[in-house]
């Protein structure tokens, strides 16, 4: 069974443009959540889609929104990119069981702000 | 106190010998709890999750979960040097707007000797 895959692997922008990455779920998951791994900062919760519908976000201002497709693949999207954006974002994928998420994480997109 | 607690170690054991790993958590946090496995310059793979009080084994992994004192371990039996990696415990923090996302701990570093 193919894992949750990310595109692309690694990102280079400069301050100030737009940056977009891109989730596939695992087959059958229908829940993507969306993290960022800053360094010194851990893992830190984004965004949550499900069945179409962002249904929770984080602390991280509104240039950090995204969508999810009819197929449950998503994309992040970060507008007005800063240095400090610069981390490891990870998405991840589950099956919706109530409250016992069990969330499996992709290999990652590297996005670096120069 | 933070929502979930780790100490960053690192923890340094021998080969062969059980690796103990704590995450103490606020009354903040639900009772979903993971453990997490992540490699330098690799994403988080899931290795445990636990819901119930007590212990749930899995290989050579065993979760154990003490609400009442509010900690959650992993022991990993016969450690190995392929163990060497940061775990991250991560739990459900508690109220309707915090469902689906995971508050993760800093991660403790593990280091396993030949």
């Known amino acids: 069974e193919a894992g949750v895959t990310q595109s692309p692997t690694h990102l280079i922008k400069t301050r100030g443009q737009q940056a977009t990455l891109r989730c596939s779920p695992i087959?059958?998951?229908?829940?993507v959540y969306w993290y960022q791994q800053a360094l010194g900062l851990g893992l830190q919760f984004l965004l949550w889609y499900d069945e179409g519908e962002e249904r929770n976000r984080g602390n991280f201002p509104p240039r950090f929104s995204g969508r999810q497709f009819p197929n449950y693949s998503s994309e992040l999207n970060v507008n007005a990119l800063e240095l400090e954006d610069s981390a490891l974002y990870l998405c991840?994928?589950?099956?919706?069981?109530?409250?016992?998420?069990?969330?499996?994480f992709g290999p990652g997109t590297r996005l670096t702000v120069t | 106190q933070k929502e979930v607690e780790q100490n960053s170690g690192p923890l340094s054991v021998p080969e062969g010998a059980i690796a103990s790993l704590n995450c103490t958590y606020s009354?903040?946090?639900?009772?979903?709890f993971f453990w997490y496995r992540q490699y330098s310059g690799k994403s988080p793979e899931l290795i445990m999750s636990?819901?119930?009080?007590g212990d749930k084994e899995d290989g050579r992994f065993t979760a154990q979960l003490n609400k009442a004192s509010q900690y959650v371990s992993l022991l990993i039996r016969d450690s190995q040097p392929s163990d060497s990696a940061t775990y991250l415990c991560?739990?459900?923090?508690?109220?309707?707007?915090?469902?689906?996302?995971?508050?993760f701990g800093q991660g403790t570093t593990l280091q396993v000797k030949p």
């Open positions: 636990i819901y119930s009080n």
């Open positions: 009354d903040r946090v639900s009772q979903s």
């Open positions: 087959s059958g998951h229908t829940s």
């Open positions: 991560a739990g459900s923090p508690r109220g309707s707007g915090n469902t689906g996302k995971l508050i």
């Open positions: 991840a994928s589950s099956f919706r069981q109530g409250w016992s998420y069990e969330q499996y």
